[in-house]
C-alpha cells in the first residue's frame, strides 16, 4: 500500500469517527438538557399539585364540620343565634323551606347586619338552585351540599350549604379565616424555588423573603376547582444551567477525540514504521540474493566440470566425486534459496505449459532424495495415476521445493516425508506429509506472513529467512490455486490444490494489476 493511500485511509477513518464521537456526544449532551428541563418541569407539577391538595383539604375539613354542625343543630331561632357567637368562621347562617325564608325570620325586627344579610341571600331565596348549579353534572342527579361562592359584593361571598329535608341550611363562612388558614397552616419549603398563591390576581402567600426578578415567568401555573377557581398557584424555578453542561460535556468530547486521535497517530506510526522496516527487509534481501548469485553460478559452474572430469578420469564411487556432488547438491539448494529470495522481491510472468506431473514429482524426488539421506529420512514418493494439467512448471517445481525443504528442516524426527498426487473433480492435490512434532494450531495462519518464523525447540539452531511459505502462498495464488495446511501431534501435512487447466484471462487481469 503506498503511502499516500493509506495516509488517506487513516485520516478518512479518524475523521469519520471524530465526526461519530462529535455527533453522539452533542447527541447524548441534548439528550440530558431534555432530561433536566423534563425533571425540572415534572417536579414543578408535583409542588403546585401538593399545595393545590393543600388548600382544597382545608377547604374540605371545614365543609366536613360544617356539614356536622348542619345535620345535628337545632332550629330554634335562638339556638341558632348562639351558635353563630360559638363557632368561629361561621359569621351568620340562614334556612330555607320552599322558597320561604325561616331565619332570619324576616316577621320581626332585624339588626342593621341581619338587613344586610337578608339582601345578600335574596337571590338564593327565590332561586335556590343558584347555590348548586356549579356541581351539575347530571340533569336528573341533584347534589345535597356543597360551596357557594359569590363576587358580585365588594367582599366574596362564600356560602356552605347542606340540604336537610324540605329544609336548605347555609352558612356564611368567613372568607377572611380562610385567607389566614391558608396563609398560617402553608409550610411547605421549596428554596430555593418559590410558590405563590394568589387570589384573582392579589397575593395571598409566597414562600421565602427573596423577591421574584422583574419579568420572571412561572414555571408551572395552577388554577385550583370551584369556589376557588379564581385562586391561581404559580411555581418559579431557576431553569437549569444547560451552558455549564454544554461547556463541561464539550471539554469531555474534544478529550475523546484528541485520546482517539493520539491513539490513531501512534497507530499510524507503528504501521508505516513496520512497513518501512517490511520494505527494507526486502530491499536487503534483493541486493544480497542480486550479489550473491553471480559468485553462486561460477560455484555451481565449476562444480559441475570437476564431477564431469572425475567421472572421466576416476572410479566411479571415489571420494572426490562424492564431495564433488555434495558441493553441487548445495549450491544448487543455494540457487533455489536465493531464487526464492528474488521471487518474493519480483513478480515474473507466468509461463504456462502441458506438464505431465508424474515425470516432474519423480525429478524433484531425486534431487531431494539425496539431502533427506544425509539426515536418515525416508522420502517416498506416491504418485499412482498419470495427471496431466497445464501450469508454470517453474513455480510449481518451486512450491513443492519449499514443501520439502522444510520437511527436511524441521520434520527430521519423524524420520519419514510422503510426496502425494492425487487428482479430484477438476483439481489436482499435492501434498507433503511429514511425521515430525506438528505446527501448533495458534501458529497455523502466522507462518504464512513475512518474515515469520516458529519458535519452539524444533527451529532453534536451523536456518530459514521466515519468507518460503509467503512465496509459496503467492505462487499458487498466480496459479488460481490455494495452500492448506493442517497439523496435529503425528505431524503436518500442506497442500497443494491446483486446477487441471488455468484460466488466461485471469492471468492476464493479474498481469495487469501488477
Known sequence: MKPSKSLFLFTFTTLLICAAIAYFGYRTLTHEALLRHYQNQRLAQSHTSQVSTFIQ????QNAVRLSSVATYMSLDSKALSELIAQE????????????????????????????????????????????YSHYFTDEQAQPTSGWYLSRESGEPLLIYWQQRGNQLIGFKFSYVKLLSDVINTLAFDYAPNKVRVLDDGRLLYQNGDIPLADGQTP?????????????????????????????????????????????????YREYTRQLRLAQQQVNFVGQVSHELKTPLTNISLYAEMLQEWQQEDGPPLSPNQRYIEIILNESQRLSRLIQNILSFTKAPKVHLQ??????????????????????????????????????????????ISNFLSNAEKYAAQGKRVELIAEQSAGNVLIKVRDYGSGIAAKELKAIFQPFYRVKSSITEGVSGTGIGLTISRQLA???????????????????????????PEAITDKEQRK
Not at 57 to 60: E, F, I, P, T, Y
Open 477 to 503: 495464488a498466480s496459479l488460481q490455486g490455494e495452500i492448506s495446511v493442517t497439523s496435529g501431534p503425528t505431524g503436518s501435512c500442506f497442500t497443494l490444490s491446483l486446477p487441471l487447466t488455468m484460466k
Open 57 to 60: 383539604g382545608l377547604l374540605q
Open 219 to 267: 414555571l408551572e401555573s395552577l388554577r385550583l376547582p370551584y369556589p376557588l377557581s379564581a385562586w391561581q398557584i404559580d411555581y418559579y424555578a431557576k431553569a437549569p444551567n444547560d451552558h455549564t453542561l454544554y461547556i463541561w460535556g464539550g471539554l469531555l468530547i474534544l478529550l475523546l477525540i484528541a485520546i482517539f486521535g493520539l491513539a490513531m497517530l501512534y497507530l
Open 88 to 131: 368561629s368562621g361561621i359569621d351568620t347562617l340562614f334556612v330555607l323551606e320552599k322558597n320561604r325564608l325561616l331565619y332570619p325570620n324576616t316577621q320581626v325586627p332585624l339588626t342593621e347586619k341581619e338587613q344586610a344579610w337578608v339582601q345578600a341571600i335574596t337571590p338564593i331565596v327565590q332561586d335556590p338552585s343558584l347555590l
Open 354 to 399: 502441458p506438464v505431465a506431473l508424474g515425470p516432474l514429482l519423480n525429478k524433484i524426488y531425486h534431487t531431494f532424495l539425496p539431502a533427506f539421506g544425509t539426515r536418515h529420512m525416508e522420502l517416498v514418493l506416491l504418485a499412482h495415476t498419470e495427471i496431466h494439467l497445464t501450469t508454470d512448471v517453474d513455480r510449481l517445481t518451486q512450491i
